[in-house]
């Protein structure tokens, strides 16, 4: 009889590691590449350092579909955090110095147990996720929704916490007072950097109400969070002077797809300011590019009309070395006609130029409609300009 329980506890025991090894977890890596030491993962830890891997250096990690990982700098989910989505297999430029605990999050229904999530209201687990904030300007501990959630003091930001979040295009979340979706209310379409100068108010926030609306995709420009088009995105129609308001990020973007007939000029600051790139087809990886990986503060974008394009000329008359001007220039010294050398250019009709006398749209400047065979004698001068914007108004004939 002994013998059958012993035989029946080590078959219960390999078939449920058998089991938990079939299971998706998190592995983290010492070296880059997936390489090195590593141990997996299931849930959270709050102290690494009695861990295999240790508290330290991490350089990669694998992350199974339907999970997230937010990695923190000290101990019991304290300090400076990082939330990873997908595999990586270099870490080293999102990291702090040391890695001391970790939370994995399933976004799976059938794994996550929080109580205060509502059940059965909405599949939306493949969808992007509302990202919530404990400080103002996307800091702070965040935390990822994608469902209702009826009671925030059950979930790991807390209760009365929020101060700000991110709102994917095409979401929209109501904020509520209390819990079970009551009292004062706030309906969002869009990200939001200060919840204070709103009607609900900041660290007032218990429950939510997250709806995902059918919307007809939108033409533009999409911006995407990693290289090969992977990664968080968005797509957008128009000008944008700060990232940092929208769902994308302020210096996140790794690659972009430009439609056929759109012009995009992607800056490095805010405001369109700093060094720039212009854009009239798909990048995989913007690393290897002027503008750099993950640099990417402010954008403008322009249709391409198919008229005729502005040409610059470093010397008088049109000749001397020339380069077609398609977008914005916040530097010239980053073009083939160099800082201080713009002698004459050619303005087609529906074009308007405006010359700076200094970078980043600084100092004096001078508005074109028409060509201009010699910039002597302008208010801008002669071998002076060292930024350019560009702009369509239109022919003016109809």
């Known amino acids: 009889m002994i013998k059958k329980v012993i035989a029946v506890a080590v078959l219960i025991a390999v078939s449920q590691t058998a089991f938990s090894s079939r299971q998706a977890t998190v592995e983290l890596f010492r070296k880059r590449d997936f390489r090195g030491m590593s141990e997996r993962f299931l849930s959270h830890d709050?102290?690494?350092?009695?861990?295999?891997?240790?508290?330290?250096?991490?350089?990669?990690?694998?992350?199974?579909?339907?999970c997230e990982v937010i990695l923190y700098e000290r101990r019991n989910y304290k300090g400076y955090s990082v939330t990873v989505e997908d595999s990586n297999r270099d870490l080293v430029r999102l990291l702090p110095d040391r890695v001391n605990s970790l939370r994995v999050l399933w976004k799976r229904p059938q794994q996550d147990t929080r109580p205060g999530v509502r059940r059965g209201v909405r599949a939306n687990q493949d969808k992007p996720g509302v990202v919530v904030y404990d400080e103002r300007g996307f800091r702070g501990r965040e935390q990822v929704f994608r469902e209702d959630i009826y009671r925030l003091r059950d979930t790991y930001i807390g209760n009365d916490t929020i101060r700000s979040l991110r709102i994917p295009p095409g979401v929209v979340v109501t904020l509520y007072e209390h819990d079970k979706f009551r009292g004062r209310r706030e309906v969002l379409r869009r990200s939001d950097p200060n919840l204070g100068d709103n009607r609900i108010g900041l660290d007032t926030v218990s429950s939510m109400t997250i709806e995902y609306r059918r919307t007809a995709p939108e033409p533009g420009v999409t911006l995407f969070q990693h290289a090969r088009f992977d990664g968080r995105s968005q797509v957008f129609s128009g000008d944008v002077a700060d990232l940092d308001h929208t769902w994308i990020g302020n210096d996140q973007v790794s690659s972009i797809q430009v439609p056929r007939g759109y012009v995009v000029t992607l800056y490095e600051h805010s405001h369109f300011r700093g060094r720039s790139e212009v854009f009239r087809g798909d990048d995989a990886n913007l690393r290897d590019n002027l503008i750099g990986n993950d640099r990417v503060s402010s954008l403008r974008i322009?249709?391409?009309?198919?008229?005729?394009?502005?040409?610059?000329?470093?010397?008088k008359h049109f000749n001397?070395?020339?380069?077609?001007?398609?977008?914005?220039?916040?530097?010239?010294?980053?073009?083939?006609?160099g800082?201080?050398?713009?002698s004459s250019l050619r303005v087609p009709p529906g074009w308007q130029v405006t010359l700076y006398k200094h970078s980043d749209f600084r100092g004096k400047r001078m508005v074109l409609t028409g060509s201009l065979d010699n910039l002597r004698g302008t208010r801008v001068g002669n071998d002076e300009v060292s930024s350019i914007r560009l702009e369509w108004i239109g022919d003016h004939r109809y």
């Open 46 to 66: 709050p102290d690494l350092s009695d861990n295999r891997i240790g508290r330290g250096s991490i350089s990669s990690i694998r992350i199974p579909n339907g």
């Open 339 to 342: 800082n201080d050398e713009l």
């Open 302 to 315: 322009s249709r391409d009309r198919g008229r005729g394009k502005v040409v610059l000329f470093s010397d």
């Open 320 to 337: 001397g070395r020339r380069m077609k001007l398609l977008g914005d220039i916040a530097d010239m010294r980053d073009t083939p006609i």
